[in-house]
C-alpha cells in the first residue's frame, strides 16, 4: 500500500528506495557463509572512512545499545566516569554507569546552556577519572556542543572518551580523530532503517576493554575486534540490516562527505528562516543548533500541533523529551531528508496549521 505520509523526524529518518530493495535480497546465514565475513569487512572500511580511522564494530541492537556497550566495556566497578551534560541523553550516561557499578560524577549545564569547560576542568583537576562521556548533538532539544575543546582536556588528563555522535556521525563534521570511542547508528544521518550501532574503538579504549572481564554478553565490545578477521560473530548480525546500511553508506560516499555537509546545512537554514518567517523561535538559538535538528518553541502546544499535521497534512514531526514534551516541536532534516523540498512541504504544512489555529 503506497504510503505518502512525509517523517520529518530526527530519526528513524525516511529510508530510500535503493536501501530498501537491497535489504529485499536472499538473507545469507552470517554464522557459516566466508563471503558474508568478506562483505562485513568491506562495509566496515567504508565505514572507516566516515570515521577517519581507529577499529569499527557494528554491533546488533538499535543506537541505545552502543551508549550501554560503551558503558559496560569501559567501566569496572569502582571506576570514576565524567558524565558531561547539557540534555536528556548525557544525563542517560549517568545511569548506565550505576548500572556498572561504576561511579558516576555529573558535571551538568542547564539545557540552554553549552558545556561548562570550566566546571570540567575543575572535575578533573580535583579528581582521577578513568573515562569521560558527552553527547555532540543532543536530539532532544537539537543542540550541537562544541566538544574540541572539551576533547583537548580531556587528552591532557589522559581520560578516554566516549561520544555519542547518534544524531550527527554522517550529516555533521565529528572530530573523531580525537574520540576513543565514537558511536553511531543506522536510523539516523545514514537513513538506514533502526536496528545497528556503529562504533569506532581507538587503541587506548581496546587496551582498557580487555584489561577486564565484563558481567555483559550482549554489551561487551571486546569480541568484536577480531571477530570478523577470525570469522565469527559473537551472536548471528542482522544480515538484511547490514545490507542496508552498506547501500545506504555507498549513496552518501558517492555523494561526497563535503556536499553532504552543506546539504544539511542548507536544509537547517531554510527550516529556520521560514521559522522566523512565522513568529517560532529556535530552542535554545539558531548559532548553537545542528544542522540534523531544528527545534521550534512552542510552548503548550507541540502535542497538538504534532497531530494535526500527521492528520491534516501527512507529515510527521516529533516533540521535545522529558520536561521539553509538551513545549518543542522538532523537525528532523537529517539524512535522507535533509533537502529543501522536503523542508519546504513540512514548513508550508506548519504555516497552514498555525494560521488556522491563530
Not at 570515521?51 to 554491533?59: N, S
Not at 587506548?204 to 560473530?233: G, H, M, N, Q, V
Amino acid at each position: 500500500m503506497p504510503d505518502d505520509r512525509l517523517r520529518m523526524t530526527p530519526g528513524p529518518t525516511e529510508v530510500p528506495a535503493a536501501v530498501r530493495e537491497r535489504m529485499s535480497e536472499s538473507t545469507p546465514n552470517p554464522d557459516v557463509e566466508p563471503e558474508f565475513f568478506a562483505f562485513y569487512r568491506d562495509l566496515t572500511s567504508e565505514l572507516e572512512a566516515i570515521y577517519g580511522g581507529d577499529d569499527i564494530a557494528i554491533l546488533g541492537g538499535e543506537g541505545i545499545l552502543g551508549l550501554e556497550a560503551a558503558i559496560a566495556s569501559l567501566v569496572e566497578p569502582g571506576d570514576r566516569v565524567l558524565c558531561i551534560s547539557n540534555g536528556l541523553y548525557g544525563e542517560g550516561f549517568a545511569d548506565f554507569v550505576e548500572m556498572y557499578d561504576g561511579e558516576a560524577v555529573l558535571c551538568d549545564a542547564p539545557w540552554r546552556e553549552p558545556l561548562d569547560l570550566d566546571a570540567i576542568e575543575s572535575e578533573l583537576e580535583d579528581g582521577s577519572f578513568d573515562v569521560a562521556t558527552m553527547v555532540h548533538c543532543e536530539t532532544p532539544t537539537g543542540v550541537l556542543n562544541d566538544i574540541e575543546p572539551v576533547l583537548e582536556v580531556l587528552e591532557d588528563h589522559d581520560v578516554i572518551s566516549v561520544v555519542d555522535a547518534v544524531s550527527s556521525l554522517g550529516g555533521v563534521p565529528v572530530p573523531t580523530e580525537t574520540i576513543d570511542v565514537c558511536l553511531g547508528a543506522s536510523q539516523k544521518c545514514f537513513s538506514a532503517p533502526p536496528g545497528l550501532t556503529v562504533c569506532s574503538v581507538s587503541d587506548r579504549a581496546w587496551r582498557k576493554i580487555e584489561s577486564f572481564e565484563t558481567e555483559s554478553l550482549y554489551t561487551d565490545l571486546e569480541p568484536w575486534r577480531d571477530a570478523a578477521d577470525e570469522e565469527w560473530f559473537p551472536y548471528t548480525h542482522l544480515s538484511s540490516n547490514l545490507y542496508g546500511l552498506d547501500t545506504a553508506i555507498d549513496l552518501l560516499l558517492e555523494e561526497g562527505l563535503g556536499d553532504v555537509f552543506e546539504r544539511h546545512e542548507a536544509a537547517a537554514t531554510r527550516c529556520r528562516e521560514r521559522a522566523a518567517e512565522l513568529g517560532l523561535s529556535v530552542y535554545p538559538d539558531d548559532a548553537r543548533s545542528s544542522p540534523t535538528v531544528t527545534a521550534l518553541e512552542v510552548p503548550g502546544r507541540a502535542t497538538a500541533l504534532q497531530q494535526t499535521l500527521a492528520d491534516e497534512h501527512d507529515i510527521v514531526l516529533a516533540t521535545g523529551l522529558g520536561d521539553l514534551e509538551a513545549d518543542v516541536l522538532r523537525i528532523g532534516h537529517m539524512g535522507h531528508n535533509a533537502r529543501l523540498e522536503r523542508v519546504d512541504r513540512t514548513m508550508d504544512a506548519l504555516e497552514a496549521v498555525l494560521s488556522v489555529r491563530d
